[in-house]
């Protein structure tokens, strides 16, 4: 079995910063990579940031340049730190990890239970 728990989110004032913590435990062979993606009420789930372990991050284009994201291969945890919120920032927040199973030969997509985020104008 493999866990994705996040931590963090809440209610937060516009131009206010965000920080969300994950942490995957269980049977856990590797790592390839870990991110955030978030849904709004209505739309589609869209990437927030992602680190993978060959070194490159992506960035939703809704957040460049206000989104930091760490990730700690070791720990198997995530960060992400998001500044300069706006009402449009409001979504269930999902932890996102690919990794290989200790009982699988192949990397496979796990997801957190989510975390709302609610900015308030």
């Known amino acids: 079995q493999v866990y994705l728990v996040e931590s963090g989110g809440g209610l937060v004032q516009a131009g206010g910063s965000l920080g969300l913590s994950c942490a995957a435990s269980?049977?856990?062979?590797?790592?390839?990579?870990m991110g955030w993606y978030r849904q709004a009420p209505g739309k589609q789930r869209e990437l927030v940031a992602q680190?993978?372990?060959?070194?490159?991050?992506n960035y939703g284009d809704s957040v460049k340049g206000r989104v930091t994201i760490s990730v700690d291969y070791v720990q198997k945890t995530v960060d992400l730190q998001l500044n300069g919120l706006n009402p449009e920032d409001t979504a269930v927040y999902y932890c996102h990890a690919i990794l290989t199973p200790l009982d699988s030969e192949i990397a496979k997509n796990y997801w957190g239970q989510g975390t709302q985020v609610t900015v308030s104008s």
């Open positions: 680190s993978t372990n060959m070194g490159s991050t």
């Open positions: 269980g049977s856990i062979f590797r790592v390839g990579a």
